[in-house]
């Protein structure tokens, strides 16, 4: 009876521990074999860059007290160049205040990696003599570790990669800066850029400037502290699964993933063995974070001149340029609006939060219906299957003897279970009624080449389906949640996975998608509860305690190529709940 059950799930689970324990044991050995340095030496290597690091800002914030002017860290970057322009305030004035506040707020919030204020001070000078005509002129920018930046590590929160400074910069970030941009800083990560949360062995853990205790998200989380503080109006992440609209969701402020095919990845590190990736079926692609949709736009008119050196530079990037006239546009909109993908409940905020958006994008004139997500169980479990197709080894690779983050231990378990048991493990989770595990777990692990060909297939086929229940109610766009909860509980994350499934949607369709905040969470809306009743309910009621005053978005999404539309949306809910949660200073 039950009874016999119960004990045949315990005696199956004792032998899958067993076999993982042999099995993980026997890697960690080959691991140590393979490589020139020890866990423990690349450590040491890490502490002495990150104690090099902080004396530098100590020594920074010392000798330059007196340079933080509150007012200029409260400007958009349109406000800055305006008031750059008419005289208010120099470049050099500028970059002075966006430094100071980057020391404090990287003391405080662990969100730096790189600082550059050097040689944002030497450039800002410069500037001060030249015309003041260009798009951006003087406004101080954050950018994600990862980018190639002239003089600084690349890392992707791996130690292996310290003390290789770039020769080169990423060519987007050359165009803003051709465009008038100073970078000042570079955001930290998580290591290996793998985690929604923000935190690797180099430069430690970004916190949540709402509250310390949770995470500010990832992997662009130090990029969208800095936004949210005022150290600058605009950063640049990147996104495979959410890395901009999550940290942006969390941290209560603007961020946009574009459609993948019009981007270029020309200059970013990917945290695998030799800097490179050969995974291309999710895509990831670099977007702006800020805190309004019009410094948004700002840089995709930047990267989407008609002359962008970005398509020159990668005959690969579709040469769309941007297009005002969708963008500009008074056309009224039919956008389909949903909760919840059928894969996770949000919590109650959420609901509120898409009626608010829903009723805002009424009041510009749109139309909008409710819109049911195609099969729900099918996208998460496509998204993870083409992520760890690979294997394991894919990450090791990227480490070179540096041990894993603790924080992925639960991936790395799924990941090496023998794929001739999981099937086993999946029906036993269903009878014991965590079905969703059971989804997750049948879609992790390496994958033959036949087995990934034929999730290729399912994802095209999704995609197909996707679109055409689009098409046959006539939206053009969707409104949804930003994420399925506020800011997680530190080290929360991996224990809730299908809260961001949300956001890792849009990413298998290969869609433009941007996060705008528009509430917070109200006191009667800190408990949750859903209809699934499984580990995972237990895990968000946890992170909803205690999220009073936590910030809250939406996303807004569309049709492939069709970004002009989404930030157009985007700023129509802006322009009429008008968010009002950050700077925080």
């Known amino acids: 009876g039950t009874k016999n059950n119960m004990a045949a799930v315990e005696y199956a689970g004792y032998a899958v521990f067993l076999y993982m324990s042999v099995k993980i044991a026997y890697s960690i050995y080959q691991r140590l074999q393979s490589n020139d340095k020890s866990h423990g030496e690349w450590i040491q290597i890490a502490k002495a860059k990150k104690a090099e690091h902080d004396s530098r800002r100590l020594s920074w914030l010392a000798n330059h007290k007196g340079d933080l002017k509150k007012d200029i860290c409260k400007l958009t970057a349109d406000e800055v160049k305006e008031s750059i322009s008419s005289g208010k305030v120099t470049v050099e004035q500028v970059v002075q205040s966006q430094c100071y506040r980057a020391a404090e707020v990287g003391r405080d919030y662990g969100s730096n990696a790189d600082e550059m204020f050097a040689d944002a001070l030497v450039r800002a000078k410069k ?86 205790t949770r995470t500010p998200g990832g992997s662009s989380g130090g990029d969208a502290v800095n936004v949210a503080t005022g150290v600058v109006p605009i950063s640049i992440g990147t996104d495979i699964g959410g890395s901009i609209r999550i940290p942006a969701h969390y941290c209560g402020i603007y961020g946009f993933k574009p459609t993948p095919a019009r981007m270029s990845l020309a200059g970013l590190v990917a945290a695998r063995a030799n800097d490179k990736s050969g995974q291309v079926m999710i895509r990831a692609c670099a977007g702006p974070l800020a805190r309004c949709t019009k410094d948004l736009v700002s840089v995709m008119k930047i990267w989407w001149k008609s002359d962008s050196k970005m398509f020159v530079t990668d005959r690969y990037c579709t040469p769309i340029p941007f297009n005002m006239d969708t963008f500009e546009s008074k056309q009224s909109i039919k956008i389909g609006y949903f909760v919840s993908d059928g894969f996770f409940e949000p919590c109650p905020t959420a609901t509120r939060a898409v009626d608010m958006a829903k009723r805002a994008l009424e009041a510009k004139g749109h139309t909008l219906v409710p819109f049911k997500v195609p099969d729900p169980f099918e996208f998460p479990q496509i998204y993870l299957a083409l992520m760890s197709a690979p294997g394991m080894k894919e990450y090791y690779g990227g480490l070179d003897g540096e041990k894993l983050f603790p924080a992925y231990r639960k991936l790395e378990l799924m990941g090496q279970l023998p794929n001739a048991i999981r099937p086993i493990i999946s029906r036993l989770l269903k009878l014991l009624g965590q079905p969703r595990h059971a989804a ?83 006191d009667d809306e800190t408990e949750y509860t859903d209809s699934f009743q499984d580990l995972f309910t237990k895990h968000a009621a946890q992170v909803v305690e205690g999220s009073k005053g936590l910030p809250f978005g939406i996303q807004i999404a569309g049709r492939p190529c069709e970004d002009e539309l989404v930030l157009r949306l985007m700023q129509d809910v802006e322009s009429e709940i008008n968010f009002s949660g950050t700077p925080l200073i």
């Open 127 to 212: 500037m001060d003599s030249v015309k003041k005509g260009a798009p951006l002129f003087g406004v101080p920018l954050s950018i994600k570790e990862c980018f190639k930046y002239v003089g600084t590590d690349a890392t992707c929160g791996t130690i292996c990669r310290l003390n290789r400074p770039a020769t080169e910069n990423a060519v987007l970030i050359e165009m803003l800066m051709d465009a008038g941009m100073i970078p000042i800083v570079k955001g930290n990560v998580p290591q290996l850029l793998l985690f929604p949360e923000t935190d690797n062995n180099i430069w430690g853990v970004a916190k949540n400037p709402f509250d310390a």
């Open 440 to 522: 997750l777990n049948s879609a992790s692990g390496e994958k033959s080449t036949h087995e990934y060909f034929k999730y290729i297939t399912r994802m095209n086929d999704y995609k197909t389906t996707f679109m055409k229940a689009m098409d046959s109610q006539g939206v053009s766009a969707l409104l949804c949640p930003g994420s399925g909860l506020p800011a997680m509980i530190q080290n929360k994350s991996l224990e809730l996975l299908p809260a961001i499934s949300l956001n890792f949607l849009f990413n298998l369709l290969h869609v433009p998608a941007g996060s705008v905040p528009v509430t917070t969470v109200r």
